[in-house]
T-cell receptor, first 111, second 110 residues
Framework: SQQGEEDPQALSIQEGENATMNCSYK?????LQWYRQNSGRGLVHLILIRSNEREKHSGRLRVTLDTSKKSSSLLITASRAADTASYFC???????????FGKGTRLSVIA | DGGITQSPKYLFRKEGQNVTLSCEQNLNHDAMYWYRQDPGQGLRLIYYSQIVNDFQKGDIAEGYSVSREKKESFPLTVTSAQKNPTAFYLCASTERGEQYFGPGTRLTVT
């Protein structure tokens, strides 16, 4: 079952603008992760935020987590054409319990 | 794509034939996973294995089978019982909760 739900489904922006994607989930989690997928390729792990964290940064990426609202956001600042990809959130649980992935947001950055 | 390899990249089969997709990892990870992805969709879990000689069904296991005889290998067989096997198949392994994915195999059944 898919728990994470990304919003919007698709996003098109100009190069240099910021891109914000949101993820909502339904049950308690141990962590929330964001992944990136270029067309026809495997997913690449971007960032993991634990349930006791509220914000995390990695380069041009900023992730927030609001466990009271069961939501997370991924912000990509100063976007580049190379950021064009699909972005997925995944909810994580304890141990090696499988992640549950959402359907993704398709980001297009126009040069 | 880290230390996970999947082969082949593209696979074509006739309806009614079983086909086995390869997944190998050299990351020394205990847990491995198989996902199916359909166009414009997220990932759906087929099977996973947390340790050698043990595996569990995921959300859409019907028509698929797996084995885990070695830590490094987790092959997936798509059987003729799978009603709609054409899809993109992704293998992954896990360390500290983060998943590492292979490049995927695109299976087309006609």
């Amino acid at each position: 079952s898919q728990q994470g739900e990304e919003d919007p489904q698709a996003l098109s922006i100009q190069e240099g603008e910021n891109a914000t994607m949101n993820c909502s989930y339904k049950t308690s989690i141990n962590n929330l992760q964001w992944y990136r997928q270029n067309s026809g390729r495997g997913l690449v792990h971007l960032i993991l935020i634990r349930s006791n964290e509220r914000e995390k940064h990695s380069g041009r990426l900023r992730v927030t987590l609001d466990t009271s609202k069961k939501s997370s956001s991924l912000l990509i600042t100063a976007s580049r054409a190379a950021d064009t990809a699909s972005y997925f959130c995944a909810t994580g649980y304890s141990g090696n319990t499988p992640l549950v992935f959402g359907k993704g947001t398709r980001l297009s950055v126009i040069a | 794509d880290g230390g996970i390899t999947q082969s082949p990249k593209y696979l074509f089969r006739k309806e009614g034939q079983n086909v086995t997709l390869s997944c190998e990892q050299n990351l020394n990870h205990d847990a491995m996973y198989w996902y199916r992805q359909d166009p414009g969709q997220g990932l759906r879990l087929i099977y996973y294995s947390q340790i050698v000689n043990d595996f569990q069904k995921g959300d859409i296991a019907e028509g698929y089978s797996v084995s885990r005889e070695k830590k490094e290998s987790f092959p997936l067989t798509v059987t003729s019982a799978q009603k709609n096997p054409t899809a993109f198949y992704l293998c992954a392994s896990t360390e500290r909760g983060e998943q590492y994915f292979g490049p995927g195999t695109r299976l087309t059944v006609t």
